[in-house]
């Protein structure tokens, strides 16, 4: 390989380069221009409201309806340990609430679950709402179909909270059963094995985040902006939940002094909050790579 072809090769790359990184400031900059002009962070402002009201119907019925198939408790368990993870906070209120409504209202039927379920989508439906309206171009749907949206996002969530347990069941039970692994190499009392295991539940906060944008939004959205913006909110929602935890737990934040008794439910509404600006502007950053794409 002669000097000159090198030269040639470094220019086009930096040509390259020079090109992605213009591109990319200019969806980052319309992203964040449709989500300021769209008022996107009140918008998530309303989510919380909503879903201070979605939630425990949620947990609830899905406990009610795992009860079917396992026992309660173990079900409730599992449910308070997923919620924990996508909840970072605020556990003893969401466990101490659900269980006494569970003991109030002892065995749900199948049509108590569904109406509890009905009541969760309250939150899903305004969601799909807003992430719809990222898109300038997508038809906005009747009241019907927000529905029907709502209740197929609870499936999601159900159908996430299967694969967690599964991934958790796996991850558990691999280092008592002590199967080798990489050439008969074990790893599970290695940093390596826990970077693994931490990669498994944010594979499944990617997935979700992929199927927000990907098919909620009632317009054709590309593979490739579904997939950079899923990635980009997976990443910016787990160092969210992180910073979060450290700064409620710190000691620099004491909401009981403001809000007394209150104090957890405002750091519950903080985080939904947190939580769906990422996820919005996360629908933003989508709409502008699919229209940088097409």
Known sequence: MTMA???????????????????????????????????????????????????FPLLIA?????????????????VIGFVTRAIPISQQLIERNVQQVLELRGTVGVIGVIGLLWSATGFFTVLARHINRAWPNAKTRNFLKNRLIGISMVGMVAV????????????????????????????????????LSN???????????????????????????????????AFA???????FTWFVTSGLVRYELVYGSLGAVIALMLWVYVSGVIVLFGAYLCAAITRCDS
């Open 199 to 233: 990669l498994v539940r944010w594979l499944l906060t990617f997935l979700m985040f992929l199927g927000l944008y990907r098919w909620v939004p009632n317009t054709e959205v590309t593979c490739s902006g579904a997939a950079w913006s899923a990635l980009v909110a």
């Open 237 to 243: 929602w787990e160092v969210a939940a992180n910073a």
């Open 160 to 195: 996430f909270l299967i694969l967690s347990l599964l991934a958790t069941t796996v991850v558990s039970f691999l280092p008592q059963l002590q199967v080798p692994l990489w050439g008969g190499v074990s790893i599970y009392s290695t940093p390596l094995w826990t970077v």
């Open 5 to 55: 072809s090198v030269l040639e090769r470094l220019k086009s790359a930096y040509w390259w380069l020079n090109d992605v990184s213009g591109n990319s400031l200019e969806v980052l900059r319309e992203a964040v221009q449709r989500f300021s002009a769209d008022r996107a962070a009140e918008a998530a402002a309303g989510l919380a409201y909503y879903a201070l009201f979605s939630l």
């Open 62 to 78: 899905l406990v009610a309806a795992g009860s079917f198939f396992l026992e309660r408790e173990h079900v409730y368990a599992k």
